[in-house]
Every structure is written in structure tokens, then in C-alpha cells.
């Protein structure tokens, strides 16, 4: 008989996503403790509603779509000329970039990106990663083949390039010594927020041009950079066209994790065994991808008005408000922290070499706080927790209290 085969390389995936373990715990104690008012600093999704300019913006293009002139069918798989535009000038030109609209390419998120940029790649490729790390790079190079066998016993895989993001070297990672084809770089980080120099970057791009390697930099939580010195692209540094792609969303910067929008950049200078990556790329998004909405593009151009970048920003300035609560509150509590300042993310250690999901629970169970357990972005990631800034304002005070009470 036939038998249809599967891509066996799903079923190395390790069990439980982080994010399910987390609901299970929680909806565990929730259940068992109705009473109990819980408080979510766990999973990073935004809490404010989309800014004005953004639903003002959608209205009108809503209200195009019902006219005959007005309609649109599908868009340019690449997204719209008005949005690229208004990327190229604003987040690239602006910073003194030189980006040109054909090297953008719009999409329905960060993390299909991430995951779909290896359909461009070889599966022979050695694969570097952050530890702790967002796990999409991970889990789509195992899917793809790219990652080998995961060990239960060591967390990790033994074709992937863990890079330790620790305490010791400031979270930023070292650039490895072992060959290394492909290296997800996110800056500012999730888990730990920490963010990259100019000098760490060129140290990046100046390894990747020399090496033929090419650098997958996720600049998500961009919006969140305060410090003047830190860059907010890696196209700021020298060399990075011939050597870096980048992905960028609107889902942190403007509250669009429901609305879908974000987009990658692949350099016309970026070439690898004879092939253009952006010609490559541009294939693989018209073969597979068939655009994203153009309501919602133009929602996401409206960010790049004056009133829409103003008030998109007033959201950001909330979140690192809470950022700062979260950070000032755990210091003074005795913690040791790190991020949040650049990043709506704050990375603290556990107190008394607790592990992270035994701090979880003391957490959720005493202070009735929901954080997320570094362990579950891998192995460095034990003896943390990620606290988010994405919550009320209110509740990011209570919760520090609460969380400070049971210290
Ligand atoms: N990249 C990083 C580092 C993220 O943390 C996230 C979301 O949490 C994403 C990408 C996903 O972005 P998007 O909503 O555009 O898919």
C-alpha cells in the first residue's frame, strides 16, 4: 500500500511550547484559586488600542474598498508602493539609510518572516542562534532540517551554533569560533532586552562579510530605543548591505500583533553562491505569499504621519514607563536586572539560585503574577525570568508590589 511520509523533522520538535506550559500552569492555579486576581507579565503582546491616525486611516481605506474605483483586489505581493515608500524615507533615509523601496518587502509579520527566510537557504547551512532566544529561528531550522537532533538531556540541538547570552559577557553575544553560515541576531533582545553597540554590530558585519556568512538581524522592538549611540538598524553600520537582512513589524511599534503587519529587508548588494537574495526572496513572497491587506497597509503607513508617529510614540513612552516601574522595583527589591531601558523587556535573575520555573511558580503562586521562565528561551536562559512591559499601568504597579512582598 501507499503510504503518504511526513517531514520527519517535526517530530524531533521538543513536546510543549513554552507559551502552552505557561497557560497550562496558570489556568491550573486559576482554576484551583477563583478568588485570585492574576496578573499577567508573561507573553509579549500589547495591551493599547490602535492609535487614531492608524483606525482613521483604516475607516477611510475601508470605505474606498466598498467603491468601484476604490477597490482593491489583490495588491503587489511586495505590499503597496505607499507603504514602502513611506518605510524607505522614514525608517531608513531618515537615519541617513540608503534603502530603496524594492529592497522592502511588506509582509503579515516578523515571525513568518523569520520562520520563511530559509526556504531561500541550503539545509547544509550551519545555523547560529542566541541562547537564550526567540524560539521561531529555532524550532523553523529544526522543521527545516537544518538543526539536527535535539537533546532532552542538554536543550540543545546538535547542528545549531549556540551563542551564551549571559550575566558575564553583558547578554551580547560572542561571535563563534566554529563555522557559522546563518546568525540570528535580535536587537534589542527578547528574552533579556539588552541591545547591541555600533561597535558590537561592526564587529558582526565586518565577521559576516569576511566569512561569506549572512546575518538574520530582528529589530521588532526598534521602536523601543531611547539611547541616541545605540543604532536602530543594522543598515547604520558600514558593510551590512553586503552581508544583513532585516526584519522589522508593526506589531510592538504600533500595536498591530492582531492587525498583522511588518516587513523584511533584503539588500540588492546581498548575493550568496552567485544568486541576488532579494531577487530570491522577491520569488519566494510571489509564489507563496499573496500580500498583505490593503486596509491594513494603509493603517500601517499612517504611523508615518506626524500625528500618527506622535501618537504611536505616546504608547511606546507608556510601555517603558512600566518598563522603568518593573526595573526601579526589582532593583530596589534586591534582584539583579538587566534590559527594560531600550526594550520593553526586563530580564532578572532568580533570587538564591532558585531555577526559573521554580520562581515562576512562587511567583504565580504567592504574588499571583504571571512572569515568563528564562529556561524556556534555553539552557542559559535558566535562573531568569522575563517580565514585560505590555501590561496597564496600574497593574505593572501592583504587580511589582506584589512580587516585591513575597521577596
Ligand atoms: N521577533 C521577535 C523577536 C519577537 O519577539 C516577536 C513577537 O513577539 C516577533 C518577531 C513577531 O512579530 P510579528 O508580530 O510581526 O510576527
Known amino acids: 500500500m501507499h503510504m503518504t511520509t511526513i517531514n520527519r523533522n517535526y517530530l524531533k520538535l521538543p513536546g510543549s511550547y513554552l507559551f502552552s506550559e505557561i497557560a497550562r500552569r496558570v489556568s491550573v492555579y486559576a482554576d484551583a484559586n477563583p478568588d485570585k486576581k492574576l496578573i499577567r507579565l508573561g507573553i509579549g503582546d500589547v495591551t493599547r488600542p490602535l492609535v487614531p491616525a492608524v483606525t482613521a486611516a483604516m475607516h477611510a481605506a475601508v470605505d474606498e474598498m466598498a467603491t ?22 522614514h525608517d531608513y533615509h531618515a537615519r541617513g539609510v540608503e534603502i530603496d523601496p524594492s529592497e522592502i518587502f511588506v509582509s503579515d509579520g516578523a515571525k513568518s518572516d523569520c520562520g520563511n527566510i530559509g526556504d531561500i537557504f541550503g539545509t547544509d547551512n550551519v545555523v547560529a542562534v542566541c541562547d537564550p532566544v526567540y524560539p521561531v529561528y529555532v524550532d523553523t531550522n ?9 537533546s532532552e538531556e542538554t536543550g540543545k540541538w546538535n547542528r545549531l551554533v549556540y551563542m551564551p547570552c549571559v550575566a558575564e559577557n553583558g547578554f551580547a553575544p560572542a561571535i563563534p569560533e566554529e563555522k557559522a553560515d546563518l546568525v540570528y541576531l535580535c536587537f534589542p533582545n527578547n528574552p533579556t532586552g539588552a541591545v547591541a553597540t555600533r561597535a558590537q554590530l561592526q564587529a558582526w558585519v565586518d565577521w559576516a562579510n569576511a566569512n561569506g556568512s549572512v546575518i538574520l538581524f530582528d529589530s521588532a522592538y526598534e521602536a523601543f530605543i531611547s539611547d541616541p549611540e545605540i543604532p536602530h538598524t543594522i543598515f547604520e553600520i558600514p558593510g551590512a548591505k553586503t552581508c ?11 500595536g498591530f500583533t492582531g492587525t498583522r503587519c511588518a516587513y523584511t529587508v533584503v539588500p540588492k548588494a546581498l548575493e550568496r553562491d552567485g544568486a541576488s537574495l532579494n531577487a530570491l526572496w522577491n520569488r519566494r513572497q510571489c509564489t507563496k505569499f499573496n500580500g498583505v491587506p490593503y486596509v491594513v497597509q494603509r493603517g500601517a503607513a499612517a504611523i508615518y504621519t506626524p500625528e500618527g508617529h506622535a501618537q504611536v ?52 503562586h504567592q504574588a499571583n503574577v504571571v512572569t515568563t521562565p528564562g529556561a524556556g528561551f534555553g539552557p542559559s536562559g535558566e535562573g531568569y525570568i522575563r517580565l514585560t512591559a505590555f501590561g496597564g499601568a496600574d497593574a505593572t504597579v501592583e504587580a511589582v508590589e506584589r512580587i516585591c512582598k513575597v521577596l
Request: proline share 3%; charged share 25%.
Open 142 to 150: 529544526a522543521m527545516a532540517g537544518r538543526a539536527g537532533d535535539f
Open 313 to 364: 510614540m505616546e504608547n511606546i513612552a507608556f510601555y517603558k514607563r512600566n518598563a522603568k516601574v518593573i526595573f526601579d522595583g526589582l532593583k530596589a527589591a534586591g534582584l539583579t536586572v538587566s534590559g527594560g531601558e531600550n526594550s520593553p523587556y526586563v530580564w532578572a535573575k532568580t533570587p538564591d539560585g532558585m531555577g526559573s520555573w521554580e520562581f515562576f511558580d512562587k511567583l504565580l
Open 244 to 254: 544583513a537582512i532585516e526584519f522589522r513589524s508593526f506589531s510592538k511599534t504600533a
Open 68 to 89: 468601484a474605483e476604490g477597490f482593491h483586489g489583490y495588491g503587489p505581493e511586495q505590499g503597496y508602493d505607499f507603504l514602502r515608500e513611506a518605510i524607505a524615507a
